[in-house]
DNA sequence: CAATGAAGTAACCAGATGGTGCATTAGCGG
DNA sequence: CCGCTAATGCACCATCTGGTTACTTCATTG
């Protein structure tokens, strides 16, 4: 039938994709509150009316930005394969992972950051939330007894609080790195800082975690 | 006359802090965008031509809220007197301080959110802040630069990563407990889940910087 | 090919919101 | 007791903003 991927005129996903997309950007930048519907519509090429047409308002469209955002980052985590390494070799690219998709998608920590300003009014509900986030704690908790059972890692850690950890050190140096630069007079956003942060990191889990780091 | 402390009518300097706190509480609930000036004047009890009168816009007053909690952290914190403990408890009493000092003012926490989201620009400028943090961080690589001469810490530590870490793995925490109560599917906000957060807390700072934990 | 329903558009609206003009009044110095 | 300055209050405005009404255009299919 059809040409397979003919370039439709109308395209009700694409129209879908390109909203959400711009919404992404704009909740990233101004929050929940101070992102603007007619900005989405406009950076999206889309008309208002087709953002209410397909998400209904912009608190739910702020909650399928928030959804796709957790998606996305336990998706990209799922894909490290982490069981093929050696337990300290994979807790060391858990957390340059974690740092590193926090560099490249600096929106999911602005936008987790509204969430929370709303007390994850959005993220209540949420099925789709609730099947990725467990898979991922079953992987970190799975790497850590690996360790264990090997002999290379502290018996008796909390895969919680590691996991809690790991994202704490990136993400705070992260957000915070505007007020940051001021209080600590560094520019802590140039790459050498970036790259000496990472390091620190490293060497913040790896004592926490390993018998003999 | 009046009693020494009568109530006056008219007092600049009260209405002025009736102002800045209820910003405060305004400002932590609902952000920068979300927050309403309507809502700030009455619950300072004032009228809104006052808040204009004294502070100018919205922004200004955003500002001078922010500059206030962070002289009022900065402040407390020098109140530790670190120096008089052994290096070991000195870094340990940091870490519980920062922890509950979050704990008990939340506020200050979405502020500091709100902030960044805004790249820090109320701060860029200010010089309160400025010498405030100064003095922090001397403190802080004070009590490092201790540790190692009694021989109890590791040399070659960082003191603004390891102020940064510090303040990390308490905040991140604290701002994402409401979506990370999800994701984990545990209430963090419970007392044992804070106390056992503390512990957790303290454990790795002790890891990363004594020599012998 | 007509009809049908979904995709898309433009103009519009009511209420909210940051910000002001101006009159009023308390309190202090003289 | 007077007059001046600063504190206060009321009413008001221009604009913005989320959301909607009413309409057109396209693509598919019986």
């Keep these: 039938m059809a040409a397979k991927e003919a370039p439709k005129q109308r ?3 694409a129209t879908k994709g390109r909203i959400l997309s711009a919404a992404k950007v704009e909740f990233a930048k101004n929050g929940l ?3 603007r519907v007619d900005e989405i519509a406009d950076r999206a090429k889309a008309n208002k009316r087709m953002i209410y047409h397909y998400f209904g308002n912009k608190d739910d469209l702020f909650q399928a930005v928030l959804e796709e955002a957790y998606v996305d980052i336990r998706t990209a985590e799922q894909k ?7 337990p300290r070799e994979a807790l060391e690219k858990l957390v340059r992972f974690t740092w590193q998709y926090y560099l490249k998608n600096p929106e999911f920590i602005t936008l987790v950051n509204s969430a929370n300003l709303h007390k ?3 993220l209540k509900h949420s099925k789709v939330i609730e099947v990725v986030s467990r898979k991922f704690v079953t992987m970190v908790g799975g790497l ?3 360790g264990v059972a090997e002999g290379v890692f502290r ?3 909390d895969p919680v609080q590691l996991n ?3 994202a704490a050190i990136g993400y705070y140096y992260l957000t915070n790195r505007f007020t940051g630069s001021i209080v600590f007079e560094r520019d802590l956003t140039a790459p050498e800082a970036l790259d000496e942060r990472l390091q620190f990191n490293i060497d ?4 926490l975690v390993c018998i003999t780091p």
């Design 155 to 157: 018996p008796g850690i």
């Design 164 to 166: 809690i950890t790991i």
């Design 33 to 35: 509150a101070g992102a």
């Design 11 to 13: 395209d009700a996903e």
């Design 204 to 207: 913040t889990v790896l004592r």
């Design 144 to 146: 850590l007894d690996r």
């Design 80 to 86: 490290l394969e982490l069981d093929h390494l050696p």
């Design 120 to 122: 994850a009014r959005h």
